[in-house]
């Protein structure tokens, strides 16, 4: 069965570096997402993507976060410069349409020095 | 934004109970769908229930959009049930979740 891929999963960086979390979302699928839980907390929506554009994007997803589809088959988030309270879960999701099914990823273990 | 509200927030309960989960939520949804997060983190995808009645398993789930909840049923249930179970709901292209139900199943 198809599923969506994350790596690394884990990550340990210091403040202020920059990091990119990176996904392949399931291959026919066109609409891809970035969520993210901090320990105990919430899953929360960063931002949605289609045809290479952001759809949505969430008040926590401000000028320091992006997101790139560099090539065919890899999501990317970018964080420039990292703070403590960075540190979380982030999880990449993907789905064939809109409004539609969204299948999520492992996670990437953020943690923030 | 649209709210989401879980409840309720804990239950614990002995191998073999049944149980149900709800979710109410502020607005019309286009999609809404049940995870549960298994102790490693993983979000795992139980139903994707914009509407109407489905059923996995030992898993149900009801949602009534023009009511604006939606209802997971877990029947007989086991160990490995344990873990929180998240609603998440989407009106436009930005799912928001609840807080979840923290379950706990004893042996």
């Known amino acids: 069965e198809p599923e969506v891929t994350q790596t690394p999963s884990h990550q340990v960086t210091q403040m202020g570096q920059e990091v990119i979390l990176r996904c392949v979302p399931i291959?026919?699928?066109?609409?891809f997402y970035w969520y993210r839980q901090i320990l105990g907390q919430k899953v929360e929506f960063l931002v949605s993507?289609?045809?290479?554009?952001?759809?949505?994007k969430s008040e926590i997803f401000d000028d320091q976060f992006s997101v790139e589809r560099p090539d065919g088959s890899n999501f990317t988030l970018k964080i420039r410069s990292t703070k403590l309270e960075d540190s979380a879960m982030y999880f990449c999701?993907?789905?064939?349409?809109?409004?539609?099914?969204?299948?999520f990823g492992p996670g990437t273990r953020l943690t923030v020095t | 934004g649209i709210q989401v509200e879980q409840s309720p927030p804990d239950l614990i309960l002995q191998e073999g109970a049944n149980s149900t989960l709800r979710c109410n939520f502020s607005?019309?949804?286009?999609?809404l769908q049940w995870f549960h997060q298994n102790p490693w983190g993983q979000l795992i995808n139980l139903f994707y229930?914009?509407?109407g009645t489905k059923q996995n398993g030992r898993l149900s789930a009801t949602t009534v959009a023009t009511e604006r909840y939606s209802l997971l049923y877990i029947s007989s249930s086991q160990t490995t049930d344990s873990g929180v179970y998240f609603c998440?709901?989407?009106?436009?292209?930005?799912?928001?979740f609840g807080a979840g139900t923290r379950l706990t199943v004893k042996p």
């Open positions: 999701a993907s789905s064939e349409r809109d409004p539609y099914e969204q299948y």
């Open positions: 291959s026919n699928h066109l609409y």
């Open positions: 993507f289609y045809n290479n554009e952001i759809s949505e």
């Open positions: 607005d019309s949804v286009n999609n």
């Open positions: 229930i914009p509407s």
């Open positions: 998440a709901v989407d009106n436009n292209n930005d799912m928001r």
